[in-house]
């Protein structure tokens, strides 16, 4: 069954630094979408993608906040300067369209430590 | 606006009991509406949707879902309990009729004694 692949599992960043989590979505996907979950709380909605473009975002997604499709295949978020509450668990999804009844499928998530 | 509240931040239960895991949503128009489970180190699956059709939900490893508008509950429930389903379970709802964003609610941490 195909899936959503996140690198890597875990990341460790000193305040400050920029860090760039990576995924693969599901290859016919067209609309592709992070989340996060800081620890003990709901998870977030922060950004959707689609045609190469931002299609929503939250409040939560500021400046310091990117999303990038470098290539066919990879989808990536980028925190330019990492802050202590950036903190947290990151989710990657991706869907086949951007209806209210399509599914949206998860990876993994990767685990930010900022310190 | 849209938004779920997980009754229950944990339940527990024995291994062939009944699981019921409880979830109210609140929303201005007709919602889609899903589960979500997550084990340890797992992604996020889809458990089982309801998007306007048919109120009664099945969905996967024997869980089903009851849409009931006039109580604005969707609860999830299993007949008989399986080691294997302990895990988190979060009830999701869609955030606008666009459907792109997700609104989770906080998350049930389901255990399961033998």
């Known amino acids: 069954e195909p899936e959503v692949t996140q690198t890597p599992s875990h990341q460790v960043t000193q305040m400050g630094q920029e860090v760039i989590l990576r995924c693969v979505p599901i290859s016919n996907h067209l609309y592709f979408y992070w989340y996060r979950q800081i620890l003990g709380q709901k998870v977030e909605f922060l950004v959707s993608?689609?045609?190469?473009?931002?299609?929503?975002k939250s409040e939560i997604f500021d400046d310091q906040f990117s999303v990038e499709r470098p290539d066919g295949s990879n989808f990536t978020l980028k925190i330019r300067s990492t802050k202590l509450e950036d903190s947290a668990m990151y989710f990657c999804?991706?869907?086949?369209?951007?209806?209210?009844?399509?599914?949206?499928?998860f990876g993994a998530g990767t685990r930010l430590s900022v310190l | 606006a849209q938004s779920v509240t997980q009754l229950d931040s944990h339940v527990s239960v024995s291994e062939g009991t009944p699981v019921l895991l409880r979830c109210n949503y609140s929303?201005?128009?007709?919602?889609?509406l899903f589960w979500y489970v997550q084990h340890p180190n797992k992604g996020l699956q889809l458990l089982l949707k309801y998007t306007s059709a048919a109120t009664l939900v099945k969905g996967i490893n024997g869980f089903e879902a009851e849409f009931k508008k006039s109580e604005t509950s969707f609860h999830l429930t299993k007949p008989s309990a399986h080691m294997s389903d302990a895990a988190e379970y979060f009830c999701?709802?869609?955030?606008?009729?666009?459907?792109?964003?997700?609104?989770f609610g906080k998350g049930t941490t389901l255990s399961v004694s033998s």
């Open positions: 999701v709802v869609n955030s606008n009729q666009a459907g792109t964003a997700l609104i």
């Open positions: 999804a991706s869907s086949e369209s951007g209806r209210a009844k399509n599914i949206q499928y």
């Open positions: 993608f689609y045609n190469n473009e931002i299609s929503e």
């Open positions: 929303s201005s128009y007709s919602p889609s």
